[in-house]
């Protein structure tokens, strides 16, 4: 397809589990976004990728979260030892620059893969 | 400390007339803005921006206004429709955070028929 693709749409698991979400993004976007959205709240940033590094990772909320994007096109967010606290909407974007500066780059969506942790 | 608020969490609005949405901002290294709506269960879709050297952008029937020195930024639909009702977030980045974006709690705008 031609948009950002994440799996699985939904995930139900059980407090303490391992989860991983994955993020196919637009081909040729270099750059990568993971984002948090609780109900009733706007996006929360969580990492983003420039090529295969990490260019930040401030918005990992703890050292449960971790993320990769070995070959600089598809990512996988991981969560170890999930909580309650991590059911929300997790999505991912791509696009072709970075956003803001001089070479604004416009985020593009998936439509994101809901966690729920029991 | 949310560093991007939207105060009016829904704003409702007759088909064909103005709808007028805020946004407020306190981190003044934030030059860059934009807008998203976003749709039931779907991702958030880019709808217009704005760099911090202009004061106004305007897109068809959408029109971005930043007020910088009151670090204020609204959005104008013009004329509204029905199929313009969804959710809004407002969106910032600049200085050393280009990248990330930080996104308000959202706007949800019904318009009716």
């Known amino acids: 397809g031609a948009g950002v693709s994440q799996t699985p749409s939904n995930k139900v698991t059980e407090k303490g589990k391992y989860v991983e979400l994955r993020c196919d993004p637009i081909s040729g976007h270099t750059a990568l976004y993971w984002y948090r959205q609780s109900l009733g709240q706007g996006p929360e940033f969580l990492i983003y990728f420039q090529g295969t590094g990490a260019a930040d990772d401030s918005g990992l909320p703890n050292d449960r979260f971790f993320a990769v994007r070995p070959e600089g096109s598809v990512s996988t967010l991981k969560i170890q030892r999930t909580e309650r606290g991590d059911s929300a909407v997790y999505l991912c974007?791509?696009?072709?620059?970075?956003?803001?500066?001089?070479?604004?780059?416009?985020?593009?969506f998936g439509e994101g893969s809901r966690l729920t942790v029991l | 400390d949310q560093q991007v608020k939207q105060n009016s969490p829904s704003l409702s609005v007759q088909e064909g007339r103005i709808s007028i949405l805020n946004c407020d901002y306190t981190?003044?290294?934030?030059?860059?803005f934009l807008w998203y709506k976003k749709y039931p269960a779907e991702g958030p879709t880019f709808l217009i921006s704005i760099s911090s050297i202009k004061d106004k952008n305007e897109d068809g029937r959408f029109t971005v206004f930043l007020n910088k020195s009151a670090k204020h930024l609204s959005l104008h639909i013009v004329p509204s429709q029905p199929g313009d009702s969804a959710v809004y977030f407002c969106?910032?980045?600049?200085?050393?955070?280009?990248?990330?974006?930080?996104f308000g709690q959202g706007t949800i705008l019904t318009v009716h028929p």
């Open positions: 981190n003044s290294m934030f030059d860059y």
């Open positions: 969106a910032a980045t600049g200085g050393t955070s280009y990248g990330k974006l930080t």
């Open positions: 974007a791509s696009s072709l620059n970075l956003a803001g500066g001089a070479n604004t780059g416009e985020l593009f």
